[in-house]
């Protein structure tokens, strides 16, 4: 039997990000010790009973779980709210998230949208002392169609690799963690977490560094982590990017998701191996919380994947379940996940 001591607590930082079921959710939620910082809903319309004063963006893209589910990220410490270039964003004395929704006028093409959008979200958190950006989400309509016979995503990659490259030479050494997945809806939607103090890139020992890729997959490099370890002092966090069937560079499983899914999960333990080598703290202790999305390509493969899935997650495991497209053809679905311990 274990007896768990009256003082042991859930791990939990300077933030909390939960995904909750929307009807449950009810006034009382939020308290002096669990202050809202952002929602971030998906699958349009609004879901969120209560009102609340914080960023909050609404991801038109289906959610493919049992029941709606919200995700909501809280603080346990005092929040401050504002709106500055075009950015929301809410943060306590650690961290800050924030939200992006750059429009896409007609004829703009996407490098320069982008462009203009991550070098205002990079002078902001610096400005604003936050400026380690450690995690990045990213939603792009019509992810892979050409626009001026350069994909959406490739014309993505070029303007985010323009804005880091002007913000500070080196800058590839410290990327943050990332996901890019698609839309149907015009427009660019982003938001991300930044906080002070460092933070520890980590690669993944199956997989080329993106920033190394060869060019046939984007003509500027895609600049993302595979990882990042932050160390909040009391406890630590771990982000992973977005994590497909891709081993070295190279795609693999073209058409069988569920030959895809075993590949991701060996990219997965294979990082949460390397993480524990060289950061020093092991992820896949028992005592670690997480919480992992799924990116599906095509909603019918979910019976095909559903029973591994848990099994490998673990049938308890927080899992928001969203039908995307993502940034090769190929792939059929991506993991992420975000752990504390
Ligand atoms: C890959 O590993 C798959 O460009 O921000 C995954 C996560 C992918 C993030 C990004 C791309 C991005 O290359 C694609």
Redesign the pocket.
Known sequence: MVILDSSYRRPSGPFEVNFESASRLADGYFTESRQPLALIQYGGGKQFPLSVECPSLSIPVAQLNKETLVEIWTSSTPVATGEQDEIAYAANDQALVGVSRPAESPGQLLDVVTHNAYSDILRFVKQKGYPNLLRVW?YLSDINDEQDDLERYRRF?VGRFNAFRELNAGFEQALPA???AGLHDPGLLIYFLAVRGTSQPIENPR?LN?YDYPPQYSPRS?S?SRAMVKDWGTHRQLFI????S?VEHRSLHAGDVVAQLTEILRNIDALLEHTANVSGTDFRDECTTSTFKVYLRHAADLPLIEKQLAHALGEGASVLLLNVD???KE?LM?IEGSYTR
């Open positions: 990213n990659c990332a996901t890019a997989q993106p895609p993302f990017s977005g994590t497909g891709i993502l940034c090769r792939l991506e």
